[in-house]
Structure formats: structure tokens, C-alpha cells
């Protein structure tokens, strides 16, 4: 990614969010001072993907803090408003988990919260870092030695994270030892996760892509067209069950029924280990409208109705290695993070 486009920065006295919802036609940038505007844009996906959400968390409560010392809030309005942050989106594990983390710097003011949380952001990139480094060590010594076809779903890069990306972190790991083929770069419906910021991405980038309707994934894949599928996660249970972008599923069992492959790339801070499988992890279900209509335009009769998981569950079984910054986890052999987070 060129050095001048950066998801999320702190300025000063707000939180710059470049706006994922303009990409690809337009590269805008939001600044959001007040928790309104945080847990909206949050909602409306303007700052997505699970590490990118706990930075913004983390920051959110710095903006918290802020904002009560400006209009006057007491004690409680202004953790009522760290709470709605916290609560913003429930599946992210990264989100709570970065609130929970900067909370305790609350006493000691915005700026005890606003370094805790460039800590958080300092420490993703360099664990993307080796989470690519990683991933692609990993998956080298299991494919052949040619360059690669690659599968990816949603958009788990640079713009998912505070930069570098888990699954397009390795990626581009693979890519700057020229071992890229092409990948290919799911939709992701509803919302074009792949389609307007994963293909974006890789072209800044200069990586090869293609981009496919979801449904064209499990095809693809058993036409022998992907060596490695690499996805990213939004919670991971304690027995390695891996919540990620709705259609994962399907990449799993295809990946399962070809035999390559499916490398799940996230950083430990996704690993739930209260959660221990993936039938205790909260799937948010988004508004109907977005299944039913593509940016205000309809695509189904009137007020059909409509479902929208935006996450499902792939069983551990299916994930063939989870690599965080830490090390990789063959969890389809049996290998659980709850074994080894004794170790993290
Ligand atoms: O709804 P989104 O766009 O926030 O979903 C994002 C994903 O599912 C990503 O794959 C996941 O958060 C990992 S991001 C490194």
C-alpha cells in the first residue's frame, strides 16, 4: 500500500478514519471528535475489519474522555458512552477486547488513553508483520515451488488492520518473495468487502487479482484453480472454531473437499478463550435493507424479507492452520489455541 493512505491515525484531538465506504471511486478521510460519530461510523463500516476496530475502540475511548471533559459529562454518562463503543459491532472480538484493555488509563486522562492505544496500533503492524512473515513461511513448505494461485475472502489487508493486513499480510509477504500468481479476490456480499477494497488494495499494491462472485469460490477452488485459500478472522473459540465474513464457510468445506489448504491469519487479541467453541460466538445480523438493495437501489420486490448474518462459523476441523504473530497452529491435526495460550 503507498505510504500516504492510512486507515486510522490519531491527530491530536479526534480520530482520522479513512472513509471504507467511498472506496474504490473516492479516497476521502473523516476525522470523528465525538462518540456519535465514532459509533456510526463504526456501524456503517467507514472503519472495518477486526484489528482496524480495536484500534478505533481504543482510540474511541480517548474520544470518550475527551468529550465528557468539553460538555461536562459526569462518571457515568461518559462510560455509558465508552460502553456504546465497546458494543458498536459484537463479533469483532478485538473491538471489546481493546476497550477493556485502555479502560484502566481512564483516571489518568486522554492522554493516558490515547498512548495505551497507539500501543495497540504500534503493536498490530509489527504482528501483522509476522503473522505474514509467518503465513508464508508456512505455506512454502507446503506447495509447490512455483508461484501461487491464492483465494481470499472479504478484505482482511491493510484497511481491516492499523496496516500491513493478517491475510493480505501474507500475501504480500508472498508476494515480495515473487511467489504470487494471482489471487483471487471474493466479492463478499452484501457489502463488496473484496469487490471495492481488497481488489483496491492489491492494485495499490501491484499484486495480481481477480475478482469473483461469492458463489463462484467453491468452483473455482475444486477446478483446481487455488493452491492456499488465506482468510482472516473476527473471533476465534478456545477449540479454534473461526468466526469470519459470511461466506468463509463455503471457502472452508470447498478447501476441505479439494484438499489445499485454508490458512486462517489473525493476531492472538482475535483468539476468545472465554469462548470455547464457535456456537458461543455472537454473529451480528445486519439491517434487511442491505441484502435488499445495492446502494439505494432496489434488487428485491418491496419489503421482501430478508436475512443478513454478517459472520459464520467455520469448525475447527476445516481451518488448516491458524498463524497469529506468535507461531502456527495446525488445528485441523487437533492443535486448540486453549493448548497453547499457556505459552502466549
Ligand atoms: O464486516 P467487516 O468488513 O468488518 O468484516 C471483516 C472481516 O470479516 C475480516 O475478514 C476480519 O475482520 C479480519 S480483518 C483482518
Redesign the pocket.
Known amino acids: 500500500m503507498t505510504t500516504d493512505v492510512r486507515t486510522l491515525e490519531w491527530t491530536g484531538d479526534g480520530l482520522r478514519l479513512l472513509d471504507q465506504t467511498l472506496l474504490p471511486e473516492r479516497v476521502e478521510y473523516v476525522v470523528v471528535r465525538d462518540v456519535g460519530a465514532l459509533v456510526d461510523s463504526i456501524r456503517r463500516?467507514v472503519v472495518?475489519?477486526?484489528?482496524a476496530l480495536g484500534v478505533a475502540g481504543a482510540f474511541g475511548v480517548a474520544i470518550a474522555v475527551r468529550q465528557a471533559t468539553r460538555e461536562g459529562w459526569d462518571d457515568a454518562r461518559r462510560d455509558a458512552a465508552i460502553d456504546l463503543v465497546r458494543g458498536a459491532r459484537p463479533t469483532?472480538v478485538n473491538l471489546a477486547a481493546a476497550v477493556d484493555r485502555v479502560r484502566p488509563f481512564v483516571a489518568g486522562g486522554a492522554d493516558a488513553v490515547v498512548a495505551e492505544a497507539q500501543a495497540i496500533l504500534d503493536e498490530d503492524v509489527r504482528g501483522n508483520r509476522a503473522i505474514g512473515a509467518l503465513g508464508a513461511d508456512w505455506i512454502l513448505h507446503r506447495t509447490e515451488d512455483r508461484p501461487l494461485r491464492i483465494l481470499t475472502h472479504?478484505?482482511?489487508g491493510a484497511l481491516?488492520?492499523a496496516g500491513w493486513?493478517?491475510?493480505l499480510g501474507v500475501v504480500r509477504e508472498l508476494h515480495e518473495r515473487r511467489r504470487v500468481e494471482l489471487v483471487y479476490a471474493d466479492e463478499t456480499r452484501p457489502l463488496l468487502?473484496g469487490t471495492r477494497l481488497t481488489a483496491w488494495e492489491l492494485g495499490q499494491a501491484g499484486i495480481p487479482c481477480a475478482v469473483q462472485v461469492d458463489a463462484a469460490a467453491p468452483s473455482t477452488i475444486l477446478r483446481g484453480l487455488v493452491d492456499v485459500a488465506v482468510?482472516?478472522?473476527?473471533r476465534i473459540a478456545a477449540n479454534g472454531d473461526t468466526a469470519?465474513?459470511i461466506g468463509s464457510l463455503g471457502v472452508a468445506l470447498a478447501c476441505a473437499e479439494a484438499g489445499i489448504p485454508l490458512v486462517v491469519a489473525?493476531p492472538w487479541s482475535t483468539v476468545d478463550l472465554a469462548v470455547p467453541d464457535g456456537g458461543g460466538i455472537p454473529i451480528e445480523e445486519r439491517a434487511p435493507e442491505e441484502v435488499r438493495s445495492w446502494r439505494g437501489v432496489p434488487a428485491a420486490p418491496g419489503s421482501m424479507a430478508a436475512v443478513n448474518p454478517?459472520?459464520d462459523v467455520t469448525p475447527a476441523r476445516l481451518v488448516t492452520a491458524l498463524v497469529t504473530e506468535t507461531g502456527v497452529l495446525e488445528v485441523s491435526t487437533g492443535a486448540t489455541p486453549s493448548a497453547v495460550s499457556s505459552r502466549v
Do not use: E, M, V
Not at 472495518?48 to 484489528?51: S, Y
Not at 482468510?231 to 473476527?234: L, N, S, T
Open positions: 463500516l472495518r475489519g477486526a484489528p469483532a472479504c478484505n482482511a481491516a488492520t493486513g493478517t491475510a468487502q482468510i482472516g478472522a473476527d469470519n465474513k489473525a454478517a459472520f
